[in-house]
């Protein structure tokens, strides 16, 4: 089974400065997909990036970034330029790229608490 | 376009009473994934349904846990007795149909609802 972990309980950062989040994940498969998703305090969950692991060029959106080290097994996501708004949850998933057996359904990391400072 | 709904929002429960959790995916979309999230934890997948099958349920409970995704109709998540181990927020997911090959599925989003909390006394 495939996990996903996120070492990093709670992270401050000041606002407009750059702030990186971890995500190491363990998986025997060499196909699939891995996300970021936010989760302010309205609780809904809402996607930052994607990353699919037969890209080797690392995925952005906007001020949001990912460090994909597929050897490694690890996910980072890099907030650039930190605004208030950025205040949430962040989990790490994973998806499987077979179907079947539980791979349809995405495996979340515990989150990280990121905590911006203005 | 509407997105995914869900309600109630809220829920109180008592022990041994049942909880019914209400799903509509998002226009268009065709099938339909359930996670719980318990408090500080991630959310963990429950079940994925199509409509009026249920593709996979290898996150379900064993025991009083029940998933439907009828022809017509949002997808209900069930509970029934339940109890204080219960209480958590429900996420509903939906997503267009998956293009499969040879045990592949390509990526389509899944959009989240608010989700539910239940809170069983």
């Known amino acids: 089974a495939q996990t996903v972990t996120q070492s990093q309980p709670e992270m401050s950062v000041q606002e407009a400065e750059t702030v990186t989040l971890s995500c190491t994940y363990d998986t025997s498969e060499s196909d699939y997909y891995l996300f970021w998703y936010k989760q302010p305090p309205s609780r809904q969950m809402i996607l930052v990036i994607r990353q699919e692991a037969y890209k080797q060029q690392n995925a952005t959106e906007n001020r949001f970034s990912v460090n994909f080290q597929k050897a490694a097994k690890s996910f980072s996501l890099k907030i650039s330029d930190s605004q208030l708004g950025d205040a949430a949850m962040y989990f790490c998933a994973y998806r499987s790229a077979h179907s079947g057996g539980g791979a349809d359904g995405l495996t979340f990391g515990k989150g990280t608490h990121l905590i911006i400072q203005p | 376009n509407a997105g995914v709904m869900q309600n109630p929002r809220h829920l109180v429960r008592r022990r041994g009473q049942e909880a019914r959790l209400r799903c509509s995916p998002m226009?268009?979309?065709?099938?339909v994934y359930w996670y719980r999230q318990l408090p500080e934890e991630g959310l963990k997948f429950m079940v994925y349904l199509q409509k009026e099958n249920i593709i996979d349920e290898s996150g379900m409970p064993k025991e009083r846990f029940s998933a439907e995704f009828p022809k017509e109709g949002p997808s209900i998540l069930r509970i029934q007795q339940v109890v204080r181990g219960d209480s958590a927020a429900y996420f509903c997911?939906?997503?267009?149909?998956?293009?499969?090959?040879?045990?592949?599925?390509?990526?389509?989003?899944?959009?989240f609802g608010p989700g539910t909390r239940l809170t069983v006394l």
């Open positions: 997911a939906s997503s267009p149909p998956i293009t499969e090959g040879l045990g592949y599925s390509s990526y389509n989003e899944q959009f």
């Open positions: 226009k268009g979309h065709s099938h």
